[in-house]
């Protein structure tokens, strides 16, 4: 019964991932996403903020698929600057420079790039199975919740996203703060009250989602990196012999195989993702390797778990946006901003009301894997080559892209002016090294936090008893306190640098 | 040849004083795209409306009739800016009574009421009072029984405050002097995902049609003068014994003031005579939607008597915003 049933939503997913348009978004996401992989300094989420406005001229499914491709695109696109220059093309691949990179130099560049986009496909074709089995029943588990359970999911989550930011916890803390303060700006729901707007009409709904992210993530990003000096000189190593040997096939199966569970269960941790799973992947095949002191030396096994593991991570991190409406990361609140922009409210109900486009995004992403395969074996000459475009030309094209999207959406001056801003902000916040994803994770979480929390006391007339008489808010709430109090003892939070640290 | 031109500019200039200006206005009007301003972000209730009628009109007209969402502020944003557009026949303002019956007498707005003409009424959302079934009462007067046996237990969802959604109940909670506690929701969809599991047990919202007729909601009775097609049985408000009260959400089409009559009228005509086409009825009704035609006369008297409805009922229960 289960197996039909999964079968027959695949098949509903098959059918709408495989019409020509959406395969063709999908490769357009796939494409863009080893194009910004490739290049440091261009993420995926800087990428999403800038293309959400653009999404809304397409059909949801289209931009959905898009979207999620540009995520797990990037994750194979990183890796190649990672091996061949030495530079991670993504925050994911850090820690593939530390062995790609010298596998480069000792000539076997070919073998590091196939293992670590064959480690990618088979985590993704994992991944995309996980969510196909565990999405229908945490969705019927959803369906249970109550606005007292989401509350405390959701202050959960929060605490998630302060544990696992990278840097100080004070200041992961404070961004999470000062998001939801920018949040609580506008129209109360409850009272019609306007808050912090003075008197300016462009603020009575808030800021908008779009102008944030995009201001905070983007247009800081190309701040930063015009503040760089260029690097002309990447690329010189050529590459030749893709084939991995017998050997390295043999010592990469069990990374693969480690980094991909070890991804897909990080990637499901609200505040987990991609970056999360390459570290931890890594330090875990160190501690499972006989040789842990030649890591760094050029080790295969060093590229291909965390590799495996960041895309496992990319892709299970959805589950909990599709089946909660929460997102647990960064990238994630940019695929409920793509949502929200076609009218969509993401939660446990869209599986049911929107079964095409929740499976065909499930499906699309197996596509999506197949495609990258291509796209970067065989083609990996061209990518190479896009690290030659000078990055002040780059950046310039990127900037008239955010102003035409960003107006386009609600036909406001205004709102361009607050991506000038926020960019600003957010540069300032990169200068003194905050994290700007617990800010925008506080931005969405926040304001949702307090109208669940208004709207449990509303419907139990005013009995703040509720949130311990649920058993799953009980819960949450109690695992929210000790994930509180465990990061305040010292020497877990000397771990928690430690860990970060490497 | 030099001669016979100037003759022809000569009668021309006499010419030019016995048609006015604003009549060759009118005549060739529309020369150039027309924008229809919805003062709601796109996806929603205001936009299911307007496109069918932004691309009929365009037909009938051969010219292009645009859409702009202006959303923000519950609908006042675009509303200001309809109200400043210049009154020259290609700006319009497409709207639910909100922003013109309701939110004017709950707080202060950038634009007057009174600066609209009205043009033509472009649609009703055929809805009523959903009930979930795991409450108990089957009918309307079950649930007015239901709901004055038990004061406060039943809530209600609405799509937030003001809107059409909230009036509707609250209105009913005026008349029949019962206790029903308002839960507001950010959108109506998000009402309805905690109407399904019976978190808020009614609502008064379209979105509701599709699960009732899944069975998972109970259609009590219907907010219009007319029983809804698709629920023969269901009774409207006036039958269930509140006459008065039945008032839709309502949708029409404004223009600035001092925009020429010549086109308002123009502009009526030729909706009351699509929307007595079989095609525009049918694309109408496939979302639940009925379209009542009437003179921008009608209209006017229409919407008086609908403010006045309003104000009376947030006069009574001391509705405030702000």
Redesign the interface.
């Known amino acids: 019964m289960e197996i039909a049933g999964l079968l027959a939503n695949l098949g509903l997913g098959f059918s709408v991932a495989v019409s020509l348009q959406n395969l063709l978004w999908c490769l357009a996401g796939a494409v863009i996403g080893t194009a910004i992989g490739v290049l440091p300094g261009v993420g995926p989420v800087a990428t999403m903020a800038l293309l959400l406005p653009v999404t809304?001229v397409l059909p949801a499914e289209g931009a959905l698929i898009m979207l999620a491709g540009i995520y797990y695109g990037a994750q194979y696109g990183g890796s190649t600057t990672a091996i061949l220059v030495n530079l991670p093309g993504e925050s994911s691949s850090v820690v593939t420079t530390l062995d790609g990179y010298q596998m480069a130099r000792q000539g076997r560049a070919g073998p590091a790039l196939a293992i670590a986009a064959l480690g990618s496909f088979f985590a993704g074709c994992v991944a995309t199975v996980a969510i196909a089995l565990a999405a229908p029943p945490l969705t019927r588990l959803a369906?249970?919740f109550?606005?007292p359970d989401y509350f405390s999911l959701m202050t959960l989550g929060l605490v998630f996203a302060i544990v696992l930011a990278r840097g100080s916890v004070l200041k992961a803390f404070g961004m999470v703060f000062l998001g939801m303060l920018l949040g609580l700006i506008g129209?109360d729901?409850?009272?019609?009250?306007?808050r912090y707007t003075f008197g300016i009409?462009?603020l009575?709904?808030g800021i908008g989602f779009v102008p944030l992210a995009m201001g905070v993530f983007g247009i800081a990003e190309i701040i930063a990196n015009l503040t760089n000096p260029e690097r002309a000189d990447l690329v010189s190593s050529k590459v030749s012999g893709l084939l991995p040997t017998r050997e390295d096939m043999q010592r990469s199966i069990a990374p693969i195989l480690r980094g991909t569970v070890l991804g897909g269960l990080l990637g499901i941790l609200p505040g987990g993702g991609a970056i999360l799973a390459s570290f931890s992947a890594y330090t875990l095949e160190k501690k499972f390797s006989r040789t842990p002191e030649k890591f760094g030396t050029g080790m295969i096994e060093g590229v291909a778990a965390p590799e495996s593991a960041n895309n496992a991570a990319a892709q299970t991190s959805f589950i909990p946006m599709l089946t909660l409406g929460i997102p647990s990361n960064a990238v994630m609140a940019m695929m409920i901003g793509g949502m929200m922009?076609?009218?969509i409210?993401p939660?446990p109900?869209v599986m049911e009301q929107r079964p095409g486009l929740f499976w065909g995004m499930i499906v699309s992403m197996w596509f999506g894997n197949l495609m990258l395969i291509v796209l970067n074996l065989p083609l990996i000459g061209i990518w190479v080559r896009l690290l030659l475009v000078p990055y002040r030309l780059l950046a310039i094209a990127i900037l008239f892209f955010c102003c035409i999207g960003v107006y386009s959406l609600?036909?406001?001056a205004n709102e361009v002016l607050m991506i000038a801003v926020f960019g600003l902000f957010g540069y300032l916040l990169m200068k003194l090294d905050f994290e700007p994803a617990p800010l925008l994770l506080g931005f969405l979480l926040g304001p949702m936090m307090e109208?669940y929390m208004r709207?449990t006391m509303?419907?139990s007339?005013g009995d703040p008893w509720v949130f311990i008489q649920r058993p799953l808010s009980l819960c949450f709430l109690v695992l929210a306190a000790l994930l509180l109090a465990f990061i305040v003892l010292p020497n877990v939070r000397k771990a928690r640098e430690a860990a970060f640290q490497e | 040849m030099r001669r016979r031109e100037f003759l022809a500019l000569a009668g021309a200039a006499v010419a030019a004083p016995v048609i006015p200006k604003a009549s060759a206005q009118v005549q060739n009007w529309p020369d150039k795209p027309v924008k229809l301003i919805l003062p709601y972000a796109p996806g929603g209730g205001t936009d299911l409306i307007g496109r069918p009628w932004a691309e009929k009109l365009g037909q009938s007209f051969h010219q292009q009739f645009i859409i702009e969402n202006r959303g923000g502020a519950g609908g006042m944003i675009g509303t200001e800016a309809a109200s400043k557009a210049a009154p020259d026949g290609y700006t319009f303002l497409l709207t639910p009574n909100a922003t013109l019956s309701v939110l004017p007498n709950l707080r202060k707005t950038p634009y007057d009421p009174k600066s609209f003409l009205a043009v033509a009424r472009v649609g009703d959302f055929v809805t009523g009072f959903s009930l979930h079934p795991a409450v108990g009462p089957k009918t309307f007067q079950e649930m007015i029984a239901y709901a004055k046996a038990n004061p406060g237990k039943l809530s209600y969802g609405s799509a937030g405050l003001g809107t059409a959604t909230h009036l509707r109940i609250e209105m009913l909670k005026y008349r029949a002097g019962i206790d029903i506690l308002h839960v507001p929701y950010r959108g109506s969809a998000d009402a309805l995902n905690d109407h399904l599991p019976n978190t808020v047990q009614m609502m008064n919202e379209i979105n509701t049609i599709p699960h009732v007729k899944a069975g998972k909601l109970l259609l009590l009775n219907i907010n219009n003068p007319a029983r809804h097609p698709d629920f023969p049985d269901v009774p409207t408000l006036s039958e269930c014994g509140y006459p008065n009260s039945d008032v839709p959400i309502w949708y029409a089409l404004y223009a600035p003031a001092g925009t020429p009559k010549a086109i308002v009228a123009k502009l009526n005509a030729k909706i009351v005579e699509l929307a007595d086409s079989d095609e525009m009825r049918e694309r109408m009704r496939s979302i639940n939607t009925v379209v009542p035609t009437q003179t921008p006369e009608e209209m006017v008297a229409y919407l008086e008597a609908d403010t006045a409805r309003n104000v009376e009922l947030i006069k009574a229960t001391d509705m405030k915003l702000e």
């Open positions: 809304y369906q249970q109550t606005p129209t729901v409850n009272t019609g009250n306007l009409s462009d009575f709904d922009i076609h009218g409210v939660g109900q609600n036909n406001s109208v709207r509303l419907l007339r």
